[in-house]
Nanobody, 122 residues
Framework: QVQLVESGGGLVQTGGSLRLSCAAS????????MYWFRQSPGKEREFVAS???????YYADSSEGRFTISRDNAKNTVHLQLNSLKPEDTAVYYC????????????????WGQGTQVTVSS
């Protein structure tokens, strides 16, 4: 069982930045791929970014060039830097674990955090 705790969400104006963090439990963090998904009211959950166990990164088209995912294996933590935020980025952002380590899944994951709210005002 892996436990994930997200932090760093909040209210920001259009064009602003936030840095989300996700702390994971367990000794095998470095073997996991880590993901960020998001879900807005009335919409399906969508893939935002992932980072494989070898630190290959993948982004949704809507995230590319604005968001950056990174990991710190020494601290069992994954981060998502959100820049140039838009109102349509408003959502609950979820951290997730993929125990395969590849980072190629787009619809599901093995473990999920509780989410952190990001609100972008216009």
């Amino acid at each position: 069982q892996v436990q994930l705790v997200e932090s760093g969400g909040g209210l920001v104006q259009t064009g602003g930045s936030l840095r989300l963090s996700c702390a994971a439990s367990g000794p095998t963090f470095s073997s996991y791929a880590m993901y960020w998904f998001r879900q807005s009211p009335g919409k399906e959950r969508e893939f935002v970014a992932s980072i494989s166990r070898s630190s290959d990164t993948y982004y949704a088209d809507s995230s590319e060039g604005r968001f950056t995912i990174s990991r710190d294996n020494a601290k069992n933590t994954v981060h998502l830097q959100l820049n140039s935020l838009k109102p349509e980025d408003t959502a609950v952002y979820y951290c997730a674990v993929d125990t395969t380590g590849w980072g190629l899944r787009r619809l599901d994951a093995d473990y999920w955090g509780q989410g952190t709210q990001v609100t972008v005002s216009s």
